[in-house]
């Protein structure tokens, strides 16, 4: 066995596999593209979902990868396993629809075994299949040599998620030695048992059943590869170190750790722990950071906001006490910069982010002590020895504690936690997420009649909107036919197109086909799994029949329309950058005849000042008549040149960019204006937040800009009207009549307090002694909170020593107030305690401080009986 970095194992898988003719697949980002079904990538298989169902056609249908993934369902064991990660790397060899058992099976084999790559002893490898896959198990036999008693069957070997491919496995095992596992007597000392002697190196899916939606299997029309390594445990195997965070991956993330901790790494389990917690849970929020996901308390942010507070509270336990995991992000981007630049690429702002997340962390950690503190007080005085499942949950979920961490607090003062009321908080949160999480299917059942149409189709609609084109293909109902008549919804694709297929954010084009007799109207054009542009549409009159020839026309306004758009959503782009910064990247964008829409990430709010900034320099660009060029480059030519790429989008070696002067240079296939000034103008509509760290500006260009201006203009002029003034004074008299309101309601609360204090002096001749203690109570009708306040502050000055309760009813809810004198506060009334015994008897609550407490109530006919039981209260205390 050779020893190698991980970056060398890396470079070996995707250079042995390039070299049995697969393309290489850049690593896709960590956010899902077009993929509701994924919180995040995470798999090497994920981001080739389309190529399996056949929804595309890849090029070579032989693909390998390194993808960055991330998995959080075992969060909480990261750290106590030896190879449980958030992060992780997965290596892969994919086969659509060409090889299959044989050819992965024997190269696998020879990967892992020949002197050239990986250089395994073969003694050491055994291997597990599906009970029922006996040309698995022969390929193992009787091609590769391995021993019976080394190829073991186990009913788990089955890939399936449900609905569409699916079928057996294969996993390949490491025997690391006895030193890992000796003990004959381990029932679970075996290939595929739960043991740390046998590794898991390798797993090979052979998908050639379809699980149809009725719960049957049919054979794929195209038998599929899908396999998996992962680049960690593959290291520790091949640098025989005991766990993942041992490998050169991690190490030296660890070492620049212990250099900010007093220390030292391999001292003892719990430190330990703390060290794999930074190592794991750092890699994973500096690369989804770098990938466009930003802290929030939803979605991916929350993840992520998850993984570096269970970071700091680890590092608690190895003395740091202070930020520190944003000064780890230069490591991680050194060790991963031969096949992931990104974090290094953008390591100032990753930092950024992280130290402001970290700051706010520590400070939420006080406040999250002191509710502690409280809820602790609380369970005494209530002289219970438990703290709620409630309030654990309420400590975890909003201010990041851990169970552990309430659970200690709770212990040193004699208390325990209530765990099955925290856990049925927990399921019900789950529950919420699974019912917010988007029913969309993983992976679609395969289909073969696209993907078997190979016919050639050109795209001309750059330069011509109008063409003579025939057809080529005709399907209805989603089969191929030779004719179709009036009233048919039908898929076409033609010779020539001059209609865009909707990609890159650009909606389709729209128009018709016609002939003497023959009118279609076109609604819709998709990309089919080859790559040809595939229209949707209508015969509304007479007959389409294959190989006719009709003139396309793209519907020209609709046309102009979008391109205006189009280009405008680059400036845009460009603008963004230039304003807010350079780590603004495209999440997301459609461009329509209406409007563009343009989602972008960014920590932070953005300004008026900035807006209007932003619309100004797209303006200006527009003024300016600047020639719109498109070209074509070889790909690493394009991005030497510095051409930003589409979010989400997948690039061949020539590429086309689209450049707008020397202010805007983007990859793009889509359509564009030849001059900014065919924009005309540029307009604003909305800007907001829509996620964690992801905004949303929409915005219109020509007419629709020209009629959004119209409009404003127009409800300015409405206003104007209203307000008696010119429409430039507006500003002025809105300042002149907020003044007057402002003056209108000093008086107001003048008069109040005033009719306050003359009722409060009615109220004196109420006053009862119960026991030795003045209690005044009354039923004022009509008077909101704040004068109800006033009327008790009122009442505690002239009768001196006092437990005042008053309650109204205004606009149809209880309104109640309690106030104690502090004399009587020493001697055991609590104003918050009073209020929330009268409040909850109309069908309310509240509390306060002991001197002064307010409260609601839903039942105003119950108002009346709450505040007779306030003598009763009295009399028990």
Request: aromatic letters at 8%.
């Amino acid at each position: 066995m050779k020893m190698l970095t991980g970056a060398q194992i890396r470079s070996k898988f995707l250079e042995f596999f390039q070299e049995k003719g697969h393309s290489i697949e850049p690593s896709a980002s960590l956010v899902p593209h077009e993929d509701p079904t994924l919180l995040w990538i995470n798999s090497g298989v994920a981001t080739l979902k389309k190529y399996f169902d056949g929804r595309v056609i890849p090029e070579n249908p032989r693909i390998t990868n390194a993808q960055k993934s991330i998995r959080t369902n075992d969060i909480e064991n990261v750290g106590k396993t030896a190879r449980h990660q958030t992060f992780f790397e997965m290596l892969g060899n994919f086969s659509i629809g060409d090889y299959f058992k044989v050819e992965a099976i024997e190269w696998a084999w020879e990967f892992l075994t020949d002197e050239k790559w990986i250089a395994f002893d073969k003694e050491k490898l055994s291997v597990t299949i599906h009970p029922e896959d006996e040309e698995a198990y022969q390929i193992w036999k009787d091609k590769i040599g391995i021993p019976e008693n080394r190829i073991i069957r186990l009913e788990g070997n089955f890939w399936d998620i449900g609905e569409g491919p699916s079928g057996p496995n294969t996993e390949i095992f490491y025997d690391r030695g006895p030193e890992y596992g000796n003990d004959e007597n381990d029932p679970e000392l075996y290939p595929g048992g739960e043991n740390d002697r046998y590794l898991e190196v390798w797993n090979l899916v052979f998908s050639e059943f379809n699980h149809n939606p009725d719960g049957t299997y049919t054979p794929l029309p195209k038998k599929n590869i899908d396999t998996g390594m992962g680049l960690e445990r593959m290291a520790s195997v091949v640098q025989n170190v005991p766990t993942n965070f041992d490998t050169d991956l991690f190490m030296p993330i660890i070492q620049a750790t212990e250099q900010i901790a007093d220390v030292k790494y391999g001292q003892g389990k719990q430190s330990d722990e703390a060290f794999k917690v930074i190592a794991d849970h750092i890699r994973t929020v500096a690369f989804a950071i770098g990938d466009g996901a930003l802290p929030s308390n939803e979605g991916r942010g929350y993840v992520i906001r998850r993984l570096l507070r269970r970071a700091v509270r680890y590092a608690k336990t190895i003395h740091i006490n202070r930020p520190f995991m944003f000064e780890l992000v230069p490591t991680v981007g050194e060790i991963m910069v031969d096949y992931y630049p990104e974090v290094k690429e953008k390591e100032a702002f990753i930092q950024k982010v992280m130290k402001s997340e970290e700051e706010r962390f520590h400070e939420t950690l006080h406040e999250g002590l002191a509710i502690l503190e409280a809820v602790i007080e609380k369970a005494k005085a209530e002289s219970s020895d438990v703290i709620s499942g409630k309030d654990v949950f309420r400590l975890y979920d909003t201010y990041g504690f851990p169970v552990e961490l309430t659970e200690e607090y709770a212990e040193e003062k004699g208390l325990k936690l209530d765990h099955s009321g925290f856990e049925k908080e927990m399921d019900s949160q789950r529950d919420r997420a699974r019912k917010a999480r988007q029913e969309v299917d993983s992976m679609q059942v395969q289909s073969g009649e696209l993907g078997n149409i190979k016919a050639e189709s050109e795209f001309v609609g750059y330069d011509a909107w109008t063409t003579n084109s025939k057809v080529i293909v005709l399907l209805k109902d989603g089969e191929l036919v030779e004719e179709a008549q009036a009233g048919d919804e039908i898929q076409f694709i033609l010779d020539k197109t001059p209609f865009y297929a909707e990609s890159g954010g650009q909606i389709a084009d729209k128009g018709t086909l016609k002939a003497d007799a023959t009118f279609i109207e076109v609604k819709d054009v998709q990309k089919a799994p080859n790559g040809q542009n595939l229209h949707s549409g209508v015969i509304k009159e007479g007959v389409l029949t294959l190989n006719s020839t009709l003139s396309a026309n793209v519907d020209e306004a609709n046309r102009s329309k979008i391109i205006k758009n189009h280009t405008a959503t680059h400036l845009l782009h460009q603008a963004l950058k230039d304003v807010l910064g350079t780590h603004v990247n495209q999440a997301g964008s459609l461009v329509q005849s209406e409007r563009l829409r343009f989602d972008f990430s960014h920590f932070g709010q953005i300004t008026a000042e900035e807006l209007d900034q932003i619309e100004r320099i797209v303006n200006e660009k527009i003024w300016a008549s600047i020639a719109v060029q498109t070209d074509y480059k070889n790909i690493d030519e394009a991005k030497a040149m510095g051409a930003m790429a589409l979010f989400g989008e997948k690039y061949g070696k020539i590429v086309r960019v689209v450049q707008v002067g020397d202010f805007s240079l983007e990859l793009c296939g889509g359509c564009h204006v030849d001059n900014t000034s065919a924009i005309g103008l540029f307009k604003i509509v909305s800007e907001a937040g829509i996620g964690a760290g992801t905004r949303r500006i929409e915005a219109v260009t020509g007419q629709a800009a020209y009629q959004q201006l119209t409009d404003q203009i127009g409800l300015l002029k409405e206003a104007s009207a209203k307000l008696k003034t010119n429409p430039k004074d507006i500003a002025g008299r809105i300042e002149g009549l907020l003044a007057e309101v402002k003056q209108l309601q000093r008086e107001n609360e003048s008069l109040a307090a005033k009719i306050s204090n003359i009722e409060a002096g009615n109220l004196v001749d109420n006053v009862k002694e119960i026991n030795g203690v003045k209690v005044l109570v009354a039923n004022i009708q009509g008077i909101e909170m704040n004068n109800l306040r006033t009327m008790a502050d009122d009442l505690k000055q002239k009768v001196g020593s006092v437990v005042v309760v008053l309650g109204s009813v205004n606009e149809g809810k209880v309104n109640l107030i309690a106030a104690v004198t502090k004399d009587l506060i020493e001697k055991g009334f609590h104003a918050g305690k009073i209020i929330k015994e009268v409040a909850t008897r109309c069908g309310g609550g509240g509390g306060g401080r002991p001197d002064m407490a307010q409260a609601g109530g839903k039942d105003p006919s119950k108002l009346q009986d709450a505040l007779q039981f306030v003598e009763e209260w009295v009399k028990s205390v």
